[in-house]
């Protein structure tokens, strides 16, 4: 089973930055494949980003351009870096996992994401 823990959200202005981090643990990382969902009050929750194992990305159309999603296999992690936030971007975000041959998704416990006008 993996486990997933986030990191890095916070209060930021409109126009800021900032940088979300998922450690992995349980499963082998480098087989994991990642994405970051987000879910605002009131809505459902969305695909905001996702990596593959060999690297490969996809991001929401709301969002490319602004954000990258990356991994680092040496440390576990999956990161969002997330740049020119804006208030429609405030929302609870979630890391998750899943492996090819599994048909189990893993989530993270959430972070919230607050951009201010």
């Known amino acids: 089973q993996v486990q997933l823990v986030e990191s890095g959200g916070g209060l930021v202005q409109s126009g800021g930055s900032l940088r979300l981090s998922c450690a992995a643990s349980g499963m082998p990382f480098n087989i994991l494949s990642l994405a970051w969902h987000r879910q605002a009050p009131g809505k459902q929750r969305e695909l905001v980003a996702s990596?593959?194992?060999?690297?490969?990305?996809n991001y929401a159309d709301s969002v490319k351009g602004r954000f990258t999603i990356s991994r680092d296999n040496a440390k576990n992690t999956v990161t969002l870096q997330m740049n020119s936030l804006k208030p429609e971007d405030t929302a609870v975000y979630y890391c998750k996992a899943w492996v090819t041959y599994e048909r189990t998704n893993y989530w993270g416990q959430g972070t919230q994401v607050t951009v201010s006008s």
């Open positions: 990596i593959g194992g060999s690297g490969s990305t």
